[in-house]
């Protein structure tokens, strides 16, 4: 037995995969009844025939009824409701586009704002969708990329794959880099590509580690964390604090850092 309870859940999930509440009722309708005409369905539940007609191909459209002939009649027939899984996954999947278009339109909008000239503008993003954004920022440059990063954990986070195509399309640029990383297979891997990436590569010592990463280009630093299920990049665009970062932390660190050297036992993957 459905219970007033169970309906509520009904047409409120019914709700959220874009149905109205005239779509509702005929898509339980159907359910009850079976296969009918549209002309058996508008009279059944007392409502014109020209309404329950357009509803019909607006279900139709989003998955919930399919339709048949029947001779010369067009017959309406309920999908099944095991059905509400697919439709509900690709509810998820068109989520996770909107959400990843949705990092790059807020990216655009920001740049069309003024900033003032001595407030730092500072933008807050999670999930790997904004260090992938991070990254196509990078590719505006003209100039120099700093990356002081755990490049083992970033790497895993995007995948060395996906990383690697990021530095050909940035050398591709000509756009020069240089970066600290720890002792890491993916360091080697990378350093025996350096002159087709154009980057130099110095390590810490193996017995330091972190979690977070920074990436500087131009008046940007981005600030990443590589917690587990708390990925978080933090932009801040300023002048001042670039060149601060830019030209002396960043400078010192790289001094400190041990040149990395090709090894020839090193093969390009």
């Excluded at 050909?168 to 890491?184: E, G, S």
């Excluded at 300023?238 to 050297?261: G, T």
Aim: contains cysteine; aromatic residues 10%; charged residues 25%.
């Amino acid at each position: 037995m459905v219970t007033p309870a169970d309906w509520q859940r009904i047409t409120s999930l019914l709700g959220s995969l874009g149905c109205n509440e005239r779509e509702i009722q005929i898509y339980l309708q159907c359910l009850r009844a079976g296969p009918e005409t549209v002309r058996e369905i508008a009279q059944q539940m007392k409502q014109n025939r020209i309404t329950v007609h357009s509803a019909i191909d607006q279900l139709i459209d989003k998955g919930f009824l399919t339709e048949t002939r029947r001779g010369k009649k067009r017959i309406i027939i309920a999908e099944e409701p095991s059905s509400i899984h697919g439709l509900l996954q690709k509810k998820q999947n068109e989520l996770k586009l909107l959400r990843a278009n949705a990092v790059y339109v807020a990216g655009i909008l920001e740049s069309l704002k003024a900033p003032h000239a001595s407030r730092p503008t500072v933008k807050f993003y999670e999930g790997v969708d904004g260090f992938k954004y991070m990254l196509e920022e990078t590719l505006k440059t003209r100039g120099e990329v700093l990356v002081f990063t755990y490049v083992d954990l970033f790497s895993q986070v995007l995948g060395p794959d996906y990383l690697e195509d990021y530095f050909i399309r940035r050398a591709a640029k000509r756009i020069h880099t240089r970066l600290i990383f720890p002792p890491c297979q993916f360091a080697r891997r990378v350093n025996a590509k350096a002159k087709q990436y154009r980057i130099q590569v110095r390590l810490l010592p193996p017995e330091i580690r972190w979690k977070s990463g920074i990436f500087s280009w131009d008046t940007t630093i981005a600030l990443m964390s590589y917690t587990e299920g708390r990925f978080t990049t933090t932009f801040v665009e300023n002048p001042d604090i670039a060149h601060f970062y830019r030209s002396v932390i960043f400078e010192l660190c790289w001094r400190q850092a041990k040149p990395m050297e090709a090894d020839k036992n090193d093969k390009a993957p």
